[in-house]
């Protein structure tokens, strides 16, 4: 049996160690979460694309204002399109609320693009936004469904330094036949699995049959879409037939040079 003095030190340790372990413990780092605030607002306030806090709904319609036939449902908003750049130029992430949900959009500037800014959107979602001047143009994708804010091209009549803009969904629009873009980077590997290897240079593929046009920002301009998807990756898109016979004329079935990239730029008809 031990005696009293041999327990005293015992606690005597145990309490140091005990203390030890709190000092460490308040010394090291704490993890902060960053938590980006929502604009309190009633549902009836809120526009389909809300961009939290730069955002006023409009009623709708509004005379003047055509929209196009193969939109079933739409509403109109006027962004505070400076403060959107500004808060977006600052790295923070936007708030936003999608068809009445909350959700956080971290978008970053597109190199070489300024005045572009593509990212995620909580919850697997993806975003697009491009500001210029009073005018802005959105992509939301979330659950399979795609969101998009577009310019009417006519100021607000309550506030007329504002442009009014349009917003409608994926599922609002009839369904229509046409044809649909796709695009390829085969430089980044895009068609690696088709025989079409991402370090082959222009030597490569005149070697193996291949006809090179070049693509250069003036052509861009009569492809809007193919300039689009350039930027934003986004496939798939809709194309006019102005710019499906253009396709047709000087890119099926070639490689087109683009920046030092090259490309497969094509359309499938649904």
């Known amino acids: 049996m031990r005696g009293k003095g041999s327990v005293i030190p015992a606690l005597l340790l145990t309490a140091a160690v005990t203390a030890l372990a709190a000092g460490f413990a308040a010394l090291a780092p704490v993890t902060e979460v960053t938590i980006t605030p929502q604009e309190p607002i009633a549902p009836e306030d809120q526009a389909l694309v809300h961009i939290d806090f730069f955002t006023e709904k409009r009623d709708a319609p509004v005379e003047g204002v055509d929209i196009l036939s193969s939109i079933l449902r739409y509403e109109l908003a006027v962004y505070d399109t ?20 909350p959700y956080t959009a971290d978008l970053q500037e597109m190199p070489r693009d300024t005045g572009s800014f593509t990212g995620t959107l909580s919850g697997d979602g993806r975003a697009h936004l491009t500001v210029s001047g009073d005018v802005l143009r959105g992509y939301f994708e979330i659950g399979g469904v795609a969101y998009h804010v577009e310019s009417t091209g006519r100021y607000d009549g309550k506030s007329p330094g504002n442009v009014l803009h349009y917003l409608f969904s994926s599922a609002d629009v009839k369904g229509l036949s046409g044809c649909y873009l796709t695009l390829y980077n085969i430089s980044n590997g895009d068609l690696k699995d088709s025989g079409y290897p991402a370090d082959w240079t222009r030597a490569d593929f005149l070697k193996a049959g291949h006809e090179i046009v070049p693509l250069t920002d003036a052509d861009l301009v009569g492809l809007p879409r193919v300039n689009e998807t350039l930027r934003t990756g986004f496939m798939e898109v809709p194309l006019s037939e102005n710019e499906t016979m253009r396709i047709v004329k000087g890119y099926r079935g070639k490689i087109a040079e683009y920046r030092g990239n090259y490309y497969v730029i094509d359309f499938f008809e649904s």
């Open 82 to 101: 400076e403060g959107i750049r500004d808060s977006l130029l600052s790295g923070e992430p936007l708030a936003v609320h999608i068809a009445g949900q």
